[in-house]
Structures are given as C-alpha cells and as structure tokens.
C-alpha cells in the first residue's frame, strides 16, 4: 500500500526567513511522481512544485525546492523568503501513473510579519 | 485558458437525501478525479473519470456515483446522504494525453453539509 505521512502538523516561519516541510512515503513502485499542493483559506488546491521519481535532480520553483532522497522516500518542501501569502495548509502527495492521488495529513503554515 | 470551476460553492441537506455536484475541467483535459477532504485532513481520492468511463475508485460505497460527459465535464452524485459524508468535496482535471499526465489542477471545490 502506498502512504504519506507529513509529522509537522503546524509550523511557523517568519517573514523573509526559510522554512523546511518534511514529508515521507511508502511506496513499492520504481516510477512514481510526487507533489506538494498548497491550500489557502480559499480552498482552492495549488500545485506548488512536482518531481518526477526518475529524476535525480531536485525540482525547483522559484523560492520553492525541495529535497528528494528517494533511497529514504523521503520529499521535504524548502520555501525560501517566506511571504505572508504562503500562509495555508501544505499537502503532500504520491501518485502512480495517472491514477488516484494519496495525500498526506498536511502541514498548517503561518508566516509571521 | 479557463481553470477547473465547480458549482455550487456551498450546498445543505439533510441525511437521506441525495445531491449532485458539478465541475468543469480545464481547457484541453480530458480526466476528471473527484475527492473528498474531511475536515483538517487531507483529501481522499474517490474515483476518475477518462473519457467518459471510470477509470479507477478509492474506498468509497456505490452511493457514490459519477459521470463525465462528452465535453469532459462531470457529475459526483451521492445517494442517501449520511452525516459524515459532509466535506469539502474537490474535483481536479487533467490530460492522460500530455507529457504531464500525471499533474492534476483542482477547482475550488464544493462545501457539502449535511444535517
């Protein structure tokens, strides 16, 4: 069975500083895609940034990157210059071809002034 | 290019009732998936729809239903509401035609409360 697991359920970051979300998963598959979504208080899920599991190099965004070690599965979101806007809850998720997505709990993000 | 839209924003019913909610997919997307997202919990999948057949279901009773129409557009029908089948209910679309076939862009979904 595949899994997500994010074990940050809040975290705050102060304006302009960086921030690190962790994210884990499980999966027995040797070609998979992983993403991190950002949802604001509007609900409206979007994608932040995607890495494709064949690639071994890290997938960037402007201040968005992430870190993908896949021999740990593990696939943490770095957000540099945090800005007030990037207040909202963080999802990660796994996906297998064009199949269902699994998400994880998500991470409650505050960006302070 | 026009994003995903979902209608209605927000819908209240009561337990055994049924509902219908609708959603747009993006221009030039030819899949549907529907999820559910409980409150303070990420969303779960419910099924896909590609080219107006099922293409795959989550853990969800026959209660739910879905249909995607010729324009890609589609329907999640839920039967004899329960109290916790209320939820925000998100739909995304992509294209299992593209290079990105794996990305998917979600509307801003419909708040299901049921009473």
């Known amino acids: 069975a595949q899994t997500v697991t994010q074990s940050q359920p809040e975290m705050s970051v102060q304006e302009a500083e960086t921030v690190t979300l962790s994210c884990t998963y499980d999966?027995?598959?040797?070609?998979?895609?992983l993403f991190w979504y950002k949802q604001p208080p509007s609900r409206q899920m979007i994608l932040v940034i995607r890495?494709?599991?064949?690639?071994?190099q890290n997938a960037t965004e402007n201040r968005f990157s992430v870190n993908f070690q896949k021999a740990a599965k593990s696939f943490s979101l770095k957000i540099s210059d945090s800005q007030l806007g990037d207040t909202a809850m963080y999802f990660c998720?796994?996906?297998?071809?064009?199949?269902?997505?699994?998400f994880g709990t998500g991470t409650r993000l505050k960006v302070l002034a | 290019e026009t994003g995903v839209t979902q209608s209605p924003t927000h819908l209240i019913k009561t337990r055994g009732q049924q509902v219908t909610l609708r959603c747009s997919s993006q221009?030039?997307?030819?899949?549907v998936s529907w999820y559910q997202q409980a409150l303070g919990q990420g969303p779960q999948f419910i099924f896909q729809?590609?080219?107006?057949?099922?293409?795959g279901r989550g853990n969800f009773p026959p209660r739910f239903s879905g249909l995607q129409f010729p324009n890609y557009s589609s329907e999640l029908n839920v039967n004899a509401l329960e109290l916790d089948d209320s939820a925000l209910y998100l739909c995304?679309?992509?294209?299992?035609?593209?290079?990105?076939?794996?990305?998917?862009?979600f509307g801003p979904g419909t708040r299901l409360t049921v009473l």
């Open positions: 995304a679309s992509s294209s299992m035609d593209s290079t990105s076939t794996d990305t998917q862009y």
């Open positions: 999966t027995s598959e040797s070609n998979y895609y």
């Open positions: 890495q494709e599991a064949y690639k071994q």
């Open positions: 998720a796994l996906v297998r071809g064009t199949y269902k997505y699994i």
């Open positions: 221009s030039g997307h030819n899949t």
């Open positions: 729809y590609y080219r107006e057949e099922e293409n």
